[in-house]
C-alpha cells in the first residue's frame, strides 16, 4: 500500500508499475494458502475434525463453511462427509454448512452421505420462508438422490430460475433411466436457455437409452435427433464418437465428411432434408405471434422510444413491401474490422446496387452515426433508407419490415436472431421462425474484386437428420476449429444401418 501512496505523489506513470507488484504479491500469497491448505487436506495422521480445524486457523477463516467449500473444491468431499456426520450427532449444523454440502452433491455422488442429504433437505425445507438461493441447493441435493422427481416441482417454483438447477435434474433423469422425463426437460432446457451441454449429451448418449435400438431405442433415438435440429444444437466431436461406439454396436456402419453444397450425403448417397418454406397459414401465425409477443409486446422495440417506433411504423406503411431488408451495419462488417470506413461503405453500395439490377425493391436499416457515409456513397439512389437511434437495438426493426413486406421478403444479415426465436415459446412457433429465417436469409457472401456479392440460402437443411425408419442418421458436429456462429459446421457424421 506504501507503493501505490508514493505512485499516486509522484504521478500516474509509476501506477502500472506498482499494479504489477501488487498482483504478483496476492498470487504469490494466495499460492502459498493453497499450498497450505493441501498439505492440511493430504495430512493422513490428523482426522477430519482436526483438519477444518487447522484449515481455519491456517487461513484465518472465522466459521467452518469456507472449509468446506475449500476441501470441497480440492476434491475431499469425504473428509466433509465424515466432519458433517459428526457435528450433525454432536450439535447443531448451521443452514450455511447445510447448504454449501448440498450445493456439491451433483458432483461427489459416490461420496456423499444420503441420510444426511435427506436431512438437511427436509430441515431447509421445514424453515418459514425459503428463498430462491436455497432452493438451488436443495435442488442440487435432491438431484443426487432417489427423490430427484422433488426437485422438478421446487425448479418450477423457482421465481428466478437457475440453468444449473435444470441441468442437474436431467442428468439424475439420466441416471435413473427415466428418459420420457428427461427428454421433457432437454426441451424445457432448450426453450429457456437455447443450448445443451456437452456434459449432458455425453451422459445422454453413453446411457442405456441407446444401448440397444429396439422399439424404445429408436423412440428415443429419433428425440434426440429431432432435439439438435430443431435447436440447431452441433455436438462436440467427443459426443459424436461416444454415439458412433453406439451406432456401430447396434448395426451401422460410420463415416465422417465435409458437407458441401450438393443435395446427397457423399458416404451413403442419401438425400439431404430439403428446408421447407412456410405456408401461407403458417405465415399468418408466426407474423401475428411475433408481432404480439416479440416486437410489441409490453417491452415495445427494446432499447427503442415509442416516438422512434410510431414513426418507423408510419415509414413501413407508406413504403412496404419490400424484396430485401439489409441490416446495414451488420453487412457493413463483413468486409472486417481493421478495412478503412470508406471501403466498407463502397462495398456495402455494391451489394445494394447488385440487388438493385436485379430489380429488387431495398430498405437498408442503419444506424444514425452511419449517416455521414451512406450520404458520401448516395445510398438513397439505389434504395430506402431508415435510420434508427444509436442506442436503439435494429434487430426488430429489421423483422418488422420484413413481415410487413410478406413471406417472400429476404432479410441480409450474418445475425442469428436467436433471441428473438427464443421469445417465443410455442415448440411450434418457434420452428415457424427457424423455418422463415433459414428459407428468408440471405447470410452467404463473397468478396470478389472489392464488391460484396450475395449467395443464396442453401437448399439443404444443414441440421441434424434422420431417414423414416433410421436407415440413416446425418448430424453436424463441432470440429474444435473456430467458424462463424451463423455458419453450420462442415463437418458431418454419416451412420448407414448395414443390411444383410
Known amino acids: 500500500m506504501f507503493k501505490v501512496f508514493l505512485a499516486l505523489r509522484k504521478g500516474i506513470s509509476v501506477l502500472p508499475e506498482c499494479a504489477n507488484s501488487l498482483h504478483t504479491s496476492i498470487v504469490q500469497n494466495n499460492y502459498r494458502f493453497k499450498e497450505k491448505a493441501l498439505q492440511i487436506l493430504n495430512d493422513s495422521q490428523i482426522d477430519s475434525t482436526r483438519k477444518i480445524e487447522s484449515l481455519k486457523t491456517v487461513l484465518n477463516l472465522k466459521n467452518d463453511s469456507p472449509a468446506f467449500k475449500i476441501a470441497f473444491e480440492n476434491g475431499k468431499a469425504e473428509l466433509v462427509t465424515e466432519f458433517m456426520k459428526k457435528k450433525n450427532e454432536t450439535s447443531n449444523v448451521s443452514d450455511a454448512e447445510m447448504l454449501i454440502y448440498l450445493r456439491y452433491v451433483p458432483k461427489y455422488l459416490d461420496v456423499v452421505d444420503q441420510k444426511l442429504v435427506t436431512t438437511f433437505i427436509d430441515r431447509i425445507l421445514g ?7 436455497a432452493l438451488y441447493d436443495v435442488i442440487h441435493g435432491l438431484s443426487g438422490t432417489k427423490e430427484w422427481q422433488k426437485g422438478i416441482s421446487l425448479y418450477n417454483q423457482l421465481k428466478n430460475p437457475s440453468k444449473n438447477c435444470l441441468e442437474n435434474l436431467i442428468i439424475a433423469s439420466i441416471n435413473s433411466w427415466d428418459f420420457d422425463t428427461c427428454f421433457r426437460l432437454l426441451k424445457q432446457l432448450c426453450i429457456s436457455y437455447s443450448t445443451i451441454s456437452d456434459h449432458i449429451l455425453e451422459t445422454l448418449v453413453e446411457s442405456k437409452v441407446f444401448e440397444t435400438l429396439n422399439k424404445t431405442g429408436k423412440y428415443h433415438l429419433k428425440l434426440f435427433i429431432s432435439l439438435l435440429a430443431e435447436n440447431e444444437i452441433y455436438p462436440s466431436n467427443n459426443v459424436t464418437k461416444k454415439l458412433e461406439r453406439q451406432l456401430v454396436s447396434n448395426g451401422y456402419t460410420v463415416n465422417r465428411f465435409l458437407f458441401k453444397r450438393h443435395g446427397k450425403c457423399p458416404k451413403c448417397s442419401t438425400q439431404f432434408q430439403v428446408q421447407t418454406p412456410l405456408t401461407f397459414r403458417e405465415y399468418s401465425r408466426l407474423k401475428g405471434a411475433v408481432m404480439k409477443n416479440v416486437l410489441v409486446g409490453n417491452d415495445v422495440f427494446q432499447r427503442s422510444t415509442p416516438e ?8 413501413i406503411k407508406d413504403r412496404a413491401p419490400f424484396d430485401v431488408i439489409i441490416d446495414g451495419l451488420n453487412v457493413l462488417y463483413i468486409s472486417g474490422i481493421r478495412v478503412d470506413q470508406s471501403i466498407k461503405y463502397r462495398k456495402l453500395l455494391s451489394l445494394i446496387q447488385q440487388l438493385k439490377e436485379e430489380n429488387k425493391k431495398v430498405l437498408l436499416i442503419g444506424r ?3 449517416e455521414n457515409g451512406l450520404r458520401n456513397i448516395n445510398v438513397s439512389k439505389y434504395c430506402h433508407l431508415y435510420l434508427v437511434n444509436n442506442d436503439s437495438e435494429d434487430d426488430p426493426f429489421m423483422i418488422y419490415s420484413s413481415l410487413m ?21 410455442d415448440p411450434e412457433l418457434k420452428e415457424f421462425f427457424v423455418r422463415w429465417r433459414k428459407t428468408r436469409q440471405l447470410k452467404n457472401f463473397v468478396i470478389e474484386n472489392d464488391k ?26 463441432e470440429d474444435g476449429k473456430a467458424r462463424p456462429i451463423i455458419d453450420p459446421p462442415k463437418t458431418w457424421l454419416c451412420a448407414k444401418r448395414i443390411t444383410s
Open 405 to 425: 413486406s410478406g413471406p417472400d421478403c429476404y432479410v441480409a444479415t450474418r445475425d442469428f436472431l436467436r433471441n428473438h426465436m427464443f421469445n417465443l415459446k
Open 127 to 133: 424453515m418459514e420462508f425459503v428463498p430462491d438461493s
Open 452 to 477: 460484396i456479392c450475395y449467395l443464396p440460402p442453401v437448399k439443404e437443411d444443414r441440421v441434424a437428420q434422420f431417414s423414416e425408419n433410421l436407415e440413416s442418421v446425418h448430424i453436424p458436429y
Open 308 to 315: 422512434e417506433v410510431e414513426d418507423f411504423k408510419i415509414f
Open 368 to 370: 444514425k452515426h452511419m
